[in-house]
């Protein structure tokens, strides 16, 4: 299982727009931060997990060209607003409909913002075509390859799909929490034994609807997954230096970062 970090950015992004700070302006470019989204492949098959606005750059920068799945965490708009680039890979399936699976009330917002798009097929070549597939809560999705269990986590209003990936041949597990507030007993129960743990660890300071650094590192240290990385820094976030003060075994991810489990 390969995992590519396309995006580890909050809904600004970083830079931000008309910010000079330190590490708006930086040179690292692990402080380069696209809107938050992963891709993950199993063996000849690929997954996309949530569709940022920035995807085509991030598809071009990261050499993506097959997506099978889609896999929508929520719909805020750093989330999706990516969706109508997905018509290149309606190409590429020969027209096929990109399958995209989410809770209901995410499936709704992307009818709203895509009605021209939620077709089996493309109106016209070139045109994008997705097929929705609704999940329940806490629901078991199974495909060739093993399954994702989801869970449900708190986003202030709104609620998360949390994700544990199951690779059937090798048993691998990785576990993709983003956007959350918090990381109750059945949610870190079901990451339990996963190879690696990805975390919302917004900053620093606390916020009202995503976990802080300290509080995403009690999550991991409860998880104590071989591997964790934090996810979806703002601004407030210096890689260099916040990365060198997290325990072993516990990293911030970066744009364009790849692992293999």
């Known amino acids: 299982m390969e995992i590519v970090f396309m995006g580890t950015g909050t809904s600004h992004g970083v830079p931000m727009i008309g910010c000079g700070c330190d590490i708006c302006m930086s040179s690292d470019p692990r402080n380069h931060r696209t809107r938050t989204s992963i891709h993950v492949r199993v063996g000849e098959y690929a997954i996309q997990v949530d569709v940022a606005p920035e995807f085509r750059l991030q598809c071009l920068a990261n050499d993506i060209s097959q997506i099978d799945w889609v896999i929508l965490t929520h719909a805020h708009a750093d989330h999706i607003n990516g969706m109508d680039d997905l018509r290149r890979f309606v190409d590429f399936r020969d027209g096929d409909g990109v399958p995209v699976y989410a809770f209901p009330e995410v499936l709704g917002r992307v009818k709203d913002i895509y009605p021209y ?79 690696v743990v990805v975390l919302d660890g917004l900053r620093q300071d606390p916020h009202p609807t995503h976990m802080s650094i300290d509080e995403a590192l009690e999550v991991a240290e409860s998880i104590n997954a071989p591997q964790t990385y934090f996810i979806h820094m703002t601004h407030h976030v210096d890689h260099e230096t916040v990365d060198a003060q997290l325990p072993e075994s516990i990293n911030l991810a970066y744009d364009g970062l790849r692992i293999t489990i």
């Open 117 to 195: 798009a939620v077709r089996d097929r493309p109106e016209f070549r070139g045109y994008p075509a997705f097929i929705p597939h609704s999940v329940e809560r806490n629901q078991s999705i199974e495909f060739p390859w093993g399954t994702i269990e989801t869970t449900v986590l708190p986003h202030g209003r709104f609620e998360v799909m949390g994700l544990v990936f199951c690779e059937a041949s090798t048993g691998k597990r990785f576990t993709y929490y983003t956007d959350c507030k918090s990381v109750g007993p059945d949610q870190r129960q079901l990451a339990g034994g996963s190879d």
